[in-house]
């Protein structure tokens, strides 16, 4: 079985960072500016947008309620709300809980 960190780095990071990059993207930024936003690099931010990197993933099939989470966190972040550090460590905090109920 797989750590939370794993699965957060690996398939739930990812995933969050492209809801947030393309809801930055529609509310007029520019890649390069969300790639600042997010300390990302543009080309990565390119990637999210074409969906070639950070789609959804089957951690969200086995845990609807992460991707619900994910969405509310990428608006908060995309508002300015949030900075992307503490949304991480939300996230994490998030998977651990579910992950517990297991």
Known sequence: MRTVYEVVSQEVLPCLRALVA???IEGGFSQKQVADRLG??????????????????GVFVDYPQLLED???IAKRVAAGELSME??????FATCSELMEKE
Not at 43 to 53: C, E, G, N, T
């Open 86 to 91: 503490k949304a991480t460590s939300e996230i």
């Open 40 to 57: 990302l690099s543009q080309p990565a931010i390119s990637q999210y947008k074409r969906d070639l990197r950070g789609r959804g993933t």
């Open 22 to 24: 393309k809801k930055l």
């Open 70 to 72: 994910a969405n509310a």
